[in-house]
């Protein structure tokens, strides 16, 4: 049991993080502090041995945080976020009861991070990376996340898309420690006493799933609770949300993997999914209790199936806000800035989305929300809506959606993208011989959907194709990198929903593969949020952050056919998302905290105060409570 002691971001740097029941409090220290003085690196040029030795002597560089605990000896090596390992200063050893607890020689982070990759490297398999990893992280936070973040690009795909599917499979024969919290429909009575098992009393950032349909996967039930536990690594390393204020849930309303019921191992409840309207009640039920203990709280759906995702983030994004659909809106998000980017790499204006011709492989929820996202970013132009929408042709595995076919249970938002003008069913091939689109997208979930047939087709019609396969993980990629430049004759522009690596032509030409992922949107709008307290989450903030995504490469870079930084510069884009969904919020009412006058005035003022509210991966002081 902790007690973190947590002020609001308007009053930080004074104090961090909040806990409850007594035994951790983080406190960060002002410039003033003599801790800032006394632990700073005492010059930029020292020598890296020389700087090694002064680490050894105790003068490691800490940040300003100052942790106080009631925890000794054992205790403290067990908590994460206490353990340093072997980098406990002198001091901290005598105060904290851990002389000959650990080895007495104190080392460096960078020599633990030197250890740890080490090891990392040699793992076998990328299962075993990622369980490697999860074993770190379950140890010690610090480290686990500045060795995130030193190699993000290296092992985002392992604690990430696409590692984490195949970790969420076998989530029941690899499970060792519990992270999160687990609601199931037995607990549904105990919601609101449940939350306060939770020991953290400031929760930023929630991230939830019913694991009903994970990545394209489909329904892995409880197997589903390392998609937010990787999702809040991600806002960690990604946006500096301090990881003690981060909580993953998994709601168990059983499964319809009959494989996965029926097997012994399995941890959730063997029964089938619960749907309907006691569905929803439970949802509801869960949102209250939620409410009830971290009313701030921003909560992020994550892999919820298509029959209740876009139900459900209406219910909730303005009754209980902040809230926010990550299949949706963020990819919605990342989609507006990739076709944003896409036109700069052609040499036409943001304007000039209001002309593009979108084929759309995939209807469920991430699909739909993608195209609702480019219509208002085309509407945001000055097109009429309903004019929007007739720039899109949306196939799924029944053909292209056109009138006639549609069912009574419908969503409204699939009924506006209909054709009237072609007949229903067309296949994808066909529908690209008769529309020569500019832009065509997968979101299906179907490995090899675009076939050489199909994306030879498009490139028939158009000088430069726009093929964004988005569909996670990479063995649900609609077509890889290689095969789009090779079908293409090196010119589409590619981007992928997974990682591809670069693919070098017959003349030597290197073609850049672009990985069109969530992370560049969803950790700088949790960034905003926090530091803001944004009481609602807006479709315009996802706009705001699409139109900065895209702007941040130079026109050189573009030009090659790169259309988004590179994930090592995560933290900088986040800062810059984070500024823009910030200035929305603040022009539309919707913070909680006030700001100080520097982040009013101007836009570096704003980024300036967001950084400051970035937690960084270094050990604090711990004292003695």
Not at 368 to 386: D, K, N, S, T
């Amino acid at each position: 049991m902790r007690n973190i002691i947590r002020a609001s971001f308007a009053k930080r740097p004074a104090i961090l993080g909040s806990l409850r029941n007594g035994f951790v409090a983080h406190v960060r220290t002002p410039p003033s502090s003599p801790f800032r003085t006394l632990f700073t690196r005492t010059s930029a040029a020292l020598q890296h041995e020389e700087r090694i030795g002064a680490l050894e002597c105790g003068l490691d560089e800490r940040s300003d945080e100052v942790l106080k605990t009631k925890h000794r000896g054992l205790s403290v090596i067990h908590d994460p976020s206490l353990n340093r390992g072997s980098g406990f200063s002198v001091d901290e050893r005598e105060r904290l009861l851990l002389r000959g607890l650990v080895p007495p020689r104190r080392q460096a982070l960078e020599q633990q991070i030197e250890r740890v990759m080490s090891t990392y490297e040699r793992q076998r398999t990328d299962l075993d990376k990622f369980q490697f990893m999860s074993m770190l992280m379950d140890r010690n936070t610090v480290l686990f996340y500045r060795i995130l973040m030193d190699n993000f690009e290296k092992l985002a795909p392992i604690v990430y898309t696409p590692v984490v599917g195949e970790a969420c499979q076998k989530f029941h024969a690899i499970y060792r420690r519990t992270r999160g919290m687990y609601f199931s429909i037995e607990d549904r009575a105990h919601f609101r006493t449940m939350v306060y098992n939770w020991p953290v009393d400031d929760v930023d950032v929630i991230v939830v799933t019913d694991g009903s349909r994970v990545l394209a996967l489909g329904d892995l039930g409880c197997n589903s609770m390392n998609i937010p536990i990787g999702k809040l690594s991600l806002y960690v390393s990604g946006a500096g949300i301090s990881p003690t204020n981060t909580l993953p849930v998994v709601l168990d309303v059983g499964t319809d993997n009959e494989e996965l019921r029926d097997h012994p191992l399995y941890l959730g409840l063997p029964r089938k999914r619960l749907r309907g309207d006691e569905y929803i009640s439970l949802i509801d039920d869960w949102i209250s209790a939620v409410r009830h203990r971290w009313p701030n709280a921003l909560i992020q759906f994550e892999d919820f199936s298509s029959d209740v995702a876009a139900t459900l983030l209406k219910r909730y994004r303005h009754k209980h806000a902040p809230v926010f659909n990550d299949d949706i809106q963020s990819t919605g998000c990342i989609a507006v800035a990739s076709v944003l980017s896409s036109l700069r790499a052609r040499g036409l204006e943001p304007s000039d989305i209001a002309h593009e011709k979108i084929v759309c492989a995939g209807a469920g929820s991430a699909g739909l929300g993608v195209c609702e996202a480019i219509a208002q970013a085309i509407e945001a132009e000055g097109q009429a809506l309903e004019d929007a929408y007739n720039r899109f042709y949306i196939v799924d595995e029944n053909g292209l959606l056109g009138t006639g076919t549609h069912s009574k249970n419908e969503s409204p938002t699939r009924r506006k993208f209909r054709r009237s003008d072609l007949p229903a069913g067309l296949s994808l091939k066909e529908v690209i011989e008769k529309v020569k689109p500019t832009v065509l997208l997968g979101l299906s979930g179907r490995g090899g959907l675009f076939t050489k047939d199909v994306i030879k087709e498009m490139a028939k019609h158009v000088d430069v194709p726009v093929i964004f396969p988005m569909s996670n993980p990479s063995t649900a990629s609609e077509c890889t990198a290689e095969q789009a430049f090779d079908w293409t004759s090196g010119r589409a522009l590619f981007a992928s929903g997974s990682p591809f690596g670069n693919v070098t032509m017959p003349n030597g030409v290197v073609k850049y593969s672009n990985q069109a992922n969530n992370v560049y949107s969803f950790p700088g709008l949790g960034l905003a949020v926090t530091a803001l307290r944004i009481s609602c989450v807006t479709d315009l903030m996802f706009l705001a952050a699409a139109r900065t995504i895209a702007t941040l490469l130079p026109d050189e870079d573009v030009q090659k056919g790169l259309l988004f930084p590179g994930v090592n510069k995560l933290r900088n884009v986040s800062v810059e998302v984070a500024a823009s969904v910030a200035q929305v919020a603040i022009d539309q009412g919707l913070t909680g905290n006030v700001l100080p006058d520097s982040a009013l005035k101007s836009r570096e003022g704003l980024t300036d105060f967001l950084r400051e509210q970035m937690w960084e991966p270094k050990y604090g002081h711990i004292v003695a409570g």
